[in-house]
């Protein structure tokens, strides 16, 4: 079965501290990846999308993929309390025609300590 | 304000009566997506549409119907509720494959 694996955590990173977020999926063809953010109690929200090998920036969030590894990444720069939040990897793993199965790891508890 | 709307927020309903969880989306979106949340399971697809009248089963679709007559419409149907789809569903929608998700409030189901 096609699968999407995190660590569960919880990862614990001291206030301004660099917090790395792992991920592996196991379709060698998934062509699309995300990471989301869930605050307890709230939906999804997506922070980051990367389809090419390499690392992809934006503000204090740098993702990166390696396919070969089937591998993705997701490092926060500068923690800050708010990021205190479950962290999910979604990997589009039927990437054949227009189907669109995104399919989720169970996501890393992250905190952030001030 | 771009969104999608999930109602209601919170049901408790009893073992077989049958219920449906509404979902639009504003945003002319075509790809639209039915999740359950549970813990230790994490999120799971039921369902997933690529346009009107265009439907696919996700990896938990046993006692779930969908139906996309509308673009911006996505009804979940539980036929014959049981407690084991006591759960926390999610209805999202997204533009494309490379576009992510976009997730509504989510709706609180209990199955008594």
């Known amino acids: 079965q096609k699968e999407v694996e995190q660590n569960s955590g919880p990862l614990s990173v001291p206030e301004g501290a660099i917090a790395s977020l792992n991920c592996t999926y196991s379709d060698r063809v998934s062509q699309s990846f995300f990471w989301y953010r869930q605050y307890s109690g709230k939906s999804p929200e997506l922070i980051m999308s990367?389809?090419?090998?390499g690392d992809k920036e934006d503000g204090r969030f740098t993702a990166q993929l390696n396919k070969a590894s089937q591998y993705v990444s997701l490092l926060i720069r500068d923690s800050q309390p708010s990021d205190s939040a479950t962290y999910l990897c979604a990997v589009n793993l039927n990437s054949g025609g227009s189907n669109y199965k995104l399919t989720f790891g169970k996501g890393t508890l992250l905190t952030v300590n001030p | 304000e771009a969104q999608v709307t999930q109602n209601p927020r919170y049901l408790i309903t009893v073992t077989g009566k049958k219920l449906t969880v509404t979902c639009s989306q504003n945003m002319n979106h075509e790809y639209m997506s039915w999740y359950r949340q549970d813990p230790g399971l994490g999120l799971r697809q039921i369902y997933y549409?690529?346009?009107?009248?265009?439907?696919d089963k996700g990896d938990v679709p046993e006692g779930y119907k969908v139906s996309r007559k509308e673009k911006r419409n996505f009804p979940l149907i539980l036929e014959s509720p049981s407690p084991n789809q006591t759960s926390l569903y999610f209805c999202a929608s997204s533009s494309g494959r490379y576009r992510g998700y976009t997730f509504g409030s989510g709706t609180r189901l209990t199955v008594v």
């Open positions: 549409s690529m346009n009107v009248e265009v439907t």
């Open positions: 990367i389809y090419s090998n």
